[in-house]
């Protein structure tokens, strides 16, 4: 990777990484990237990337494996932990990086790298675990048991909005279990993606079990799952995207996984704590500009307090710091382009979009891609704004008669990722957990994040139905062999 400091202003221009070391793009040109913030602040140049690019990345993955899933799990462990360690100690200028490329408030962006040490961590611990059971046998003094086994050569295609804690809940699992593997990070998330592979190369992890290819989706995502070597994919971002992925996979018959989004729904029943509800709902809501698949995008009021919840949300957004990502206090921050910020305020033609905090008239906004935390309240249920993902500072309110009535509200999208109920009756939530259409499912708490060791994974079009995180890595990530020994 050559360029300048990633501090302050200056750009840097990328490189893959590819079998331990840095290789130039080649004649299919260069991509360039602005701060989200501050759109004269040029970030990146990117290749383009190509199908040669992705066939030196595999091939260098497929000549790693053997000798990576032949060690033992206690050694892939200690890769991890320095892995983890090198990040830790790099912690403050990759936090800046993703700040300035993704659009991510540096306190979220601290944020973010320390939840990725702790993701490397916690599956250095699963690489010592068993794997595998002892399974009674019929046969008389037989021995019978399972493996769990390392797949091979595995594809990791990951979106902007988490550039670092998504790639490593998918590279890290794959890497304990002794898989290898090729990363494409989405074309906005390049610098962090270099940064990270530079972290693993510092910490020491073999030449070619970690490889990151740049470019755009149309010229490495084809050629990286039509690779021969390639015998699973993990996909997150969009639902169109993801269906393509999942066709792809299952016509050569490897593995696959998509994550593809949420219309995330907060339920406020009459006997909530209110200013819980709207703190909380307004956080799920705004932070990071709603940029998050578990972001809070519906809320679902009982009638009886509609008026005087609303009345406290406005308050709580009111409350989250609106600024440049730069600033260590902001919370919403812009969205990641100016594209995206057309197609948001499009999106709200038509609807009676209050404006809960307004962009100021400043210079430190101008040249930044700031949409203003937005509130909806006449959309129509089967409306596009009711059922689309927006991926932006919107949130869509729904009044409902009861507990049946609110749930038939939230479960009336097509996705089915995150939902919260604040509540302070048991029966209640117990109900709601039970009918609920979401993968993710909360009482009193908002929508959006998850341990880095639970499950992961959302219903309905928002998941092909696999889980990430947690002990559901492994069954993602490895396949059983069977096991009988006779006398």
């Avoid at 659009?103 to 601290?110: L, N």
């Avoid at 998050?292 to 406005?314: G, N, Q």
């Avoid at 609106?322 to 812009?334: K, R």
């Amino acid at each position: 990777m050559t360029g300048s400091s990633v501090k302050g202003v200056g750009s840097v221009k990328l490189e893959h990484f590819i079998n331990g070391g840095w290789r130039a793009g080649d004649a299919a040109g260069w991509r360039t990237h602005v701060n989200p913030s501050d759109s004269a602040d040029v970030v990146a140049e990117v290749p383009v990337g190509s199908a040669a690019d992705v066939a030196l990345a595999v091939d260098a993955a497929s000549e790693a494996l053997e000798t990576w899933r032949a060690l033992p799990g206690p050694t892939r462990a200690e890769h991890l932990y320095r892995w983890a360690a090198a990040i830790a100690d790099r912690h403050e200028t990759i936090a800046e990086a993703m700040m300035r490329e993704v659009g991510k408030p540096i306190g979220e962006s601290r944020g973010e790298t320390t939840r990725a040490v702790a993701i490397l961590r916690y599956y250095a611990g699963e690489a010592v675990r068993a794997l595998g059971d002892v399974i009674p046998a019929q046969a008389p003094g037989a021995l019978q048991f399972t493996l769990h086994e390392p797949l091979g050569v595995v594809a990791l295609i990951t979106p902007w909005n988490f550039p670092l804690a998504i790639p490593l809940w998918k590279a890290a699992p794959a890497l304990a279990f002794g898989n290898t593997i090729v990363l494409k990070p989405a074309e906005a998330a390049s610098h962090t993606a270099v940064l990270l592979a530079e972290a693993a190369a510092a910490a020491g992890l073999p030449a070619g079990v970690f490889n990151v290819v740049l470019g755009t989706g149309s010229a490495i995502g084809p050629a990286l799952l039509q690779a021969p070597a390639v015998r699973a994919v993990s996909f997150t971002g969009s639902g169109g995207v993801g269906a393509q992925v999942a066709a792809a996979a299952a016509a050569r018959n490897i593995r696959y996984q998509t994550e593809m989004g949420g219309k995330n729904v907060a339920i406020v029943l009459p006997d909530a704590d209110l200013r819980q509800a709207a703190t909380l709902t307004a956080a799920g809501a705004f932070r990071y500009a709603g940029q998050k698949c578990t972001a809070t995008s519906r809320v679902v009021v009982a009638r009886e307090v509609e008026a005087p919840f609303l009345d406290e949300l406005r308050r709580q957004v009111a409350s989250l710091p609106l600024g440049p990502v730069s600033d260590p206090s902001a919370a919403v921050g812009p969205v990641i382009s100016e594209g995206s910020r057309t197609s948001i305020l499009s999106a709200l033609d038509g609807f009676d979009a209050e404006i809960v905090v307004p962009v100021p008239d400043a210079p430190e906004y101008a040249r930044g891609w700031f949409v203003p935390p937005t509130l909806v309240r006449n959309a129509a249920v089967d409306s596009s704004l009711a059922q689309n993902e927006l991926f932006g500072p919107v949130l869509a309110s729904f009044a409902a008669e009861d507990l049946d009535h609110a749930i038939e509200l939230a479960n009336s999208t097509p996705y089915g990722l995150s939902a919260s109920l604040f509540t302070r009756d048991i029966r209640s939530a117990l109900r709601y957990i039970n009918r609920i259409h979401a993968g993710l499912v909360r009482v009193n708490g908002d929508t959006t994040g998850v341990d880095p060791h639970a499950p992961f994974g959302g219903m309905k079009g928002s998941s092909s139905g696999t889980r990430e995180q947690g002990p559901a890595a492994r069954e993602f990530y490895t396949e059983i062999k069977t096991v009988q020994i006779n006398p």
